[in-house]
């Protein structure tokens, strides 16, 4: 029992710290901005839950992916994201918007924001630093359900923060502002991904 704790203990306490300043916390802001909190959370969830399961199921198996395969999908669909948000945030604005009245937020069906959000993070989370912590995690310590619990948790701690933050700002910048925003955001990291993808 005490090694079963230590490695729920080891895993969330890895994988929160590598998560913070990660791009799966930029992303779930941006999420976040343009959808609303709960589909953002229960599609992470899902995602992230997968995730975890994958990194202790297949163990040190996702290193022998090819780096640059997995780079150059994560950089198709960023590049794709990043048109999409530059065509809403240069496009025709909405009236309520433009007299100052819209919430920020896209009136999106609970179903495609969801879909969106378990898309977006989990291509952001496969190979990522925090997923190999879980590998290795569960290499040491030989118990799967903990370390699978504690990535779990970890991931969803940092969700949740950033949902609360991305929530505020929503409030108070206009949509198309947020698009844009959005946009470069996802453009940089397909831009990252591009480079891991010829050079990595």
Not at 54 to 61: D, E, P, R, T
Request: proline fraction near 4%.
């Amino acid at each position: 029992m005490a090694s079963w704790f230590l490695a729920l203990v080891t895993a969330f306490g890895l994988v929160f710290l590598l998560e913070l300043p990660d791009k799966t916390t930029a992303l779930t802001l941006v999420l976040t901005t343009r959808f609303r909190p709960l589909p953002v959370l229960v599609g992470s969830a899902v995602a992230f839950a997968l995730q975890a399961v994958i990194a202790v199921s297949l163990g040190s198996a996702i290193a022998l992916l090819p780096n640059r395969v997995v780079a150059g999908a994560v950089c198709l669909i960023f590049a794709i994201g990043a048109f999409l948000l530059f065509r809403e945030g240069f496009g025709p604005q909405d009236t309520d918007e433009a007299d100052g009245t819209g919430s920020g937020k896209q009136t999106a069906t609970f179903r495609r924001a969801a879909l969106t959000s378990f898309g977006t993070l989990f291509a952001a989370e496969f190979g990522d630093a925090s997923q190999l912590a879980a590998v290795g995690v569960a290499a040491r310590f030989a118990q799967p359900s903990a370390v699978v619990l504690g990535t779990f948790l970890a991931l969803m701690s940092v969700t949740a923060l950033a949902v609360f933050i991305g929530s505020k700002i929503s409030r108070r910048v206009p949509a198309h502002l947020i698009n844009r925003g959005a946009g470069f955001v996802f453009s940089a990291f397909a831009l990252i991904a591009l480079w891991q993808a010829l050079f990595g």
